[in-house]
């Protein structure tokens, strides 16, 4: 996929609409060596590879549906650099063996490097655990963090 300043948000909004599918592909295929996610709880990965691992399994969650959602591009004042917030409802299937329904909040930080574009997954409702804050500080990956 590639991704442009014009179609930034809708970009984002369909693969983020295709992981809650429970279809990485779209989500995974932009993914650079040396993306971040901070997931909800515990999660921490650096690197594509360590992504990708959290789901060599298949998913621990039922499909989503997304609803409501509203994807707004952040001015960063820097070439080359795109931040996108976005807000979303999210409703697990009827047949699910657990029944879900949750707002999510979630920031993409994509950069261009070299021709191509990495990015951070942050999620969090505005602080980190303690582990996860000091394993992002140790991290040579880890160059600015922005925890919404």
Known sequence: ME???????????????????LNTEPLFSILADDCVWIGTGNVLASG????????????????????????????????????V????????????????????????CF???KGHTAYTIVESDGHLPENIMKELQENTYVHDVMIV
Request: aromatic fraction near 14%; charged fraction near 25%; hydrophobic fraction near 40%.
């Open 85 to 108: 917030l976005g807000q979303y409802a999210l409703y697990s299937d009827g047949d699910a063996q657990l029944i879900s329904a949750v707002k999510q909040r979630s920031t993409f």
């Open 48 to 83: 594509a590879a360590a992504i990708r691992g959290f789901f060599k399994d298949g998913f621990i969650m039922p499909p989503f549906h997304l609803a409501d959602p509203d994807f707004r591009l952040v001015e960063t004042g820097c070439e080359g650099q795109l931040i």
């Open 111 to 113: 950069r261009e490097e």
């Open 3 to 21: 991704l442009k300043r014009e179609t930034i948000c809708e970009d984002t909004l369909e693969f983020v609409q295709e992981y809650y599918c």
